[in-house]
């Protein structure tokens, strides 16, 4: 039974080790643009500041350096676009302070649902504007 288990213990670790060699790391393109995305996380961004990292000048120069996800030929690969909100506000110091405290994480959160609800997910052109159809999608929304 020992010299089975073993054989199976060298099967999985060349099998895992040819499983890494083949693995591609991320891009730096794919890292940067996955941090920038998290930044649309107002829990994320609570737990950055109650580990210290919004004091660290390190990390508020890294954030500023990820500005450059504004420019459009960046910004067309963002999915959370209101994470360009939220780097804006990091930008300030108290801003950076008040974030450490949870209520204030929840009321980013609720900001940004009801923002959602009065501009609404994408809608397909035959919905278009018309009022009526608008009204009832929201008011679904709000019954769920």
């Known amino acids: 039974m020992d010299s089975q288990?073993?054989?199976?213990?060298?099967d999985h670790s060349k099998q895992q080790e040819t499983?890494?060699?083949t693995e591609i790391p991320p891009?730096?393109?794919e890292v940067e643009l996955e941090f920038v995305q998290s930044l649309s996380n107002p829990q994320y961004i609570n737990f950055l500041a109650?580990?210290?990292y919004l004091d660290d000048e390190?990390?508020?120069?890294?954030l500023e350096y990820m500005e450059y996800w504004r420019n459009p030929e960046y910004?067309?690969?963002l999915i959370y676009p209101n994470c360009l909100h939220i780097l804006t506000l990091l930008k300030h110091p108290?801003?950076?302070?008040?974030?450490?405290?949870?209520d204030v994480a929840q009321m980013l959160i609720d900001d940004m649902y009801a923002k959602w609800l009065r501009v609404g997910p994408y809608r397909p052109a035959a919905i278009g504007s018309n009022p009526a159809v608008l009204d009832q999608a929201q008011s679904d929304l709000v019954d769920q």
């Open 5 to 10: 288990g073993t054989s199976l213990d060298k």
């Open 19 to 21: 499983k890494d060699q």
């Open 27 to 29: 891009s730096r393109f």
């Open 50 to 52: 109650q580990n210290d």
């Open 58 to 62: 390190r990390f508020i120069n890294y």
């Open 75 to 77: 910004a067309k690969y």
């Open 94 to 102: 108290q801003f950076r302070q008040d974030i450490r405290h949870a």
